[in-house]
C-alpha cells in the first residue's frame, strides 16, 4: 500500500508554497500534480488520485498555487501560476531524481502547466497530463483557450470526461486530433468535469478515479 504523502515546503522567488510529495514503490514515473482552480492541494479528488497513482507505479508531487496558500479565492495571474509550477517541477526532479518527470494537473492547474511549457519548455519533462483540459467557460463553447498547445512539443495526455461543460466533447475531440501524435486523447464515459458520473449513467459501480490513474499509468510508461 502506498505510504502518505510527506509535507514539503517548495521556495519562491518572494514567498514559498506548501507541496506533499507521495511517492510510489519503484516508480516508474512521476507526475507534477497542480490543483484546479476552486479547491487546493488537499482536495479529496486530488488525494484520491495521487493515492491511485502511488498504487499504479507513479509518484506525484502536489502543491499550492500562491493564491491558495494565502486564502484567496481569485486565480494567480499567469506569470504568477507558471513560476509555481516551474518551481515545483525543479523540486520534483530534485526529490525523486532518475525518475521520468511529468506535469499537468486538474482544470486551471493543466491549462497553467501548457501554457508554461509553450513559453519555455519545462527542464527534464517528458511530457503533460491534462485531467479535464479547460477548453472553454461552462456555456461558452470556443477553442482559444487551446491555441498555445501548437506551441507545446512533448507528448500530452487529454483526460475527458463526455458531460464535461468546461469541454464540450463535440470541441475537445477535434481539437486534440488536430494535435497530431503527439497528443492523446481518453474518454471518460458520462463523466462531467469533476468526473463525477451520476447514478443514471452508471449501470454498475464505477471508481472513476482509478480508471484516471489507469491511463496515466499506461500513457506514462510509454510516452517519450
Keep these: ?7 514539503l ?9 506548501a507541496a506533499l510529495l ?6 516508474h514515473a512521476a507526475l507534477v500534480l497542480a490543483h484546479g482552480a476552486g479547491a487546493g492541494m488537499e482536495h479529496p479528488f486530488m488525494a484520491s488520485l495521487a493515492h491511485a497513482l502511488a498504487a499504479k507505479g507513479v509518484s506525484t508531487l502536489r502543491f499550492q498555487f500562491p493564491y491558495m496558500e494565502h486564502g484567496s479565492k481569485r486565480p494567480d495571474t499567469p506569470a504568477v501560476a507558471h513560476a509555481a509550477i516551474r518551481a515545483a517541477v525543479a523540486e520534483a526532479a530534485r526529490t525523486l531524481p532518475g525518475v521520468p518527470l511529468f506535469a499537468g494537473g486538474k482544470s486551471f492547474g493543466g491549462r497553467m502547466t501548457s501554457q508554461a511549457q509553450a513559453k519555455e519548455p519545462l527542464e527534464g519533462v517528458r511530457g503533460l497530463v491534462f485531467v479535464g483540459f479547460p477548453l472553454h467557460p ?16 512533448v ?15 463535440d470541441l ?7 494535435l497530431g501524435g503527439r497528443a492523446t486523447l481518453e474518454r471518460i464515459e458520462a463523466a462531467d468535469h469533476a ?11 464505477r471508481n472513476v478515479v482509478d480508471e484516471l490513474a489507469e491511463a496515466i499509468a499506461r500513457w506514462t510508461r510509454t510516452a517519450r
Excluded: C, Y
Design 172 to 178: 475537445i475531440e477535434p481539437t486534440v486530433m488536430a
Design 22 to 27: 507521495q511517492e510510489a514503490d519503484a516508480a
Design 155 to 169: 507528448p500530452m495526455l487529454f483526460l475527458q470526461g463526455t458531460r464535461d461543460a468546461l469541454a464540450e466533447w
Design 9 to 17: 515546503r517548495i521556495a519562491l522567488e518572494n514567498d514559498g508554497v
Design 1 to 7: 500500500m502506498p505510504e502518505s504523502a510527506q509535507p
Design 138 to 153: 461552462a456555456k461558452k463553447p470556443g477553442v482559444e483557450r487551446a491555441a498555445h498547445l501548437a506551441q507545446v512539443r
Design 195 to 205: 468526473f463525477a458520473v451520476r447514478a443514471k449513467d452508471a449501470p454498475r459501480p
